[in-house]
């Protein structure tokens, strides 16, 4: 048999957690929620499954989830834009199993046989696969290590006649940097110029600390209609394992991406969406005061660790922290994560896995980096920092 995927091997997240679980480690590694789900959004599925909303939704997603995404949109980003620019739900909204079908179909959309797709590393896992199986090729670019920013210099001596698009991440897995308007202006300019279309993974989007404001595609009408813009109910909602999430995109784009969404799955998980579509419209503020609930939540692990040897980097979104670990140990990111978790008692994630095998060796060569989870309870995150303390 031969693969289609040869240089792929299981999900570092997967990886980690499984050795996490194996040695009952603090796990700081996979990114999720330790706490549950509001009790309203459980009440309101609960509800929607006992009174029989149990079939299938219309494939784009309820209607009335559609409008309330574009309402939530309206409020967080579309203050300033006229009535036309702004999105509308039932035209340019998808509902999708998490924000990894969303990738996956936008990719498809997007990605014909021998096109280049350039993205960031280190990224997220899910987009060099799904490239690669529509045919096309990614073209790796190293974010600028410790800040991860973009070097838009850099990126315009990459594009070539085969670029097709663009994947931008941010608030960015796994580093918690984030990309100001310069970058969103930088982005545009070449996407114009080389007529280039757009995949804006923004599923922290809701997460951005010390007053930083999240600068979505969505703010930007000559940046949308060239894009994808991808999010997660699992991350703003801490209900991961609900696997929502949805894509906003221009007419012409939506009408394609929803050609493909139908037969990925059809359609999203009914009673998810009925409780969504109910929390999004009377508990707006569980989204405004995300920021903060996680600032909190960053600033007493940083305030934990700050007698401890790593050296630890700026997190300005996401809910991730970079640990510089090269005054403790000479083992490589991923040796160093295993003997975390195995003889420690705290997992976390190495960042080599996220960039191209190619470039693994020479990444560890130079940076010795870990990412941790901060979605955590307090008690859990002082125990974790107590005992990384010691090293
Ligand atoms: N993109 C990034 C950057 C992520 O961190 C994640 C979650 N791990 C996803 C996409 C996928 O989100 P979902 O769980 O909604 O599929
Ligand atoms: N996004 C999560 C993380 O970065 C992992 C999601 C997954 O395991 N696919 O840890």
């Known amino acids: 048999f031969t693969s289609k995927l040869p240089n792929l091997a299981t999900s570092i997240f997967t990886e980690m957690s ?83 079908e969303a990738l996956w179909v936008a990719i498809q959309t997007l990605v014909r046989p021998d096109d280049e797709v350039i993205i960031f590393d280190p990224a997220y896992d899910s987009y060099e696969p799904a490239i690669e199986l529509a045919g096309g090729v990614c073209r790796h670019i190293a974010l600028d290590a410790p800040s991860y920013a973009i070097n838009w210099s850099l990126v315009e001596q990459t594009i070539n006649e085969k670029t097709r698009a663009i994947i931008v991440n941010s608030p960015h897995n796994p580093t918690g940097s984030i990309l100001s308007a310069a970058d ?35 703010r930007y009408p000559d940046l949308f209609k060239r894009a994808f813009v991808v999010s997660s109910f699992g991350k703003t909602f801490h209900c991961t394992g609900w696997k929502m999430g949805y894509c906003a995109a221009p007419d012409a784009l939506t009408v394609e991406f ?39 939540k960053r600033d007493l692990l940083i305030n934990a660790l700050k007698d401890s040897r790593f050296n630890m980097l700026p997190s300005k979104g996401t809910y991730f922290l970079l640990l510089d670990y090269s005054a403790i140990s000479a083992l490589n990111d991923r040796e160093f994560c295993q003997w975390l978790t195995k003889e420690v008692g705290v997992a976390a994630i190495p960042l080599s896995p996220l960039y191209p095998v190619d470039k693994r060796e020479s990444y560890h060569q130079n940076n010795k980096v870990i990412r941790l989870c901060f979605a955590k309870n307090d008690d859990t995150l002082l125990k974790a920092a107590g005992i990384l303390c010691q090293l």
Not at 64 to 77: F, I, K, N, P, S
Not at 269 to 292: D, G, N, R, V
């Open 18 to 100: 499984m050795m996490a679980n194996q040695y009952q480690a603090i796990n700081l590694s996979q990114g999720f929620p330790e706490f549950d789900t509001p009790a309203f959004l459980k009440d309101k599925i609960n509800l929607a499954i006992s009174e029989g909303k149990n079939q299938y939704s219309p494939s784009n997603g309820l209607p009335e989830l559609l409008t309330q995404v574009a309402a939530m949109v309206h409020r967080q980003y579309q203050t300033d834009l006229s009535t036309e620019q702004k999105l509308d739900g039932l035209k340019n909204v998808t509902i999708t199993s998490g924000a990894t």
């Open 258 to 296: 929803r050609k493909i969404h139908q037969y990925v799955t059809f359609c999203s998980f009914t009673p998810a969406q009925i409780a969504i579509a109910q929390m999004l419209k009377e508990h707006p503020e569980h989204i405004t005061e995300l920021s903060s609930f996680y600032q909190q």
């Open 184 to 218: 969103l202006s930088s982005l545009q300019a070449l996407l114009e110029k080389y007529d280039l279309y757009l995949i804006s993974d923004e599923v922290y989007e809701h997460m951005t600390f010390d007053g930083l404001r999240h600068e979505s595609v969505l």
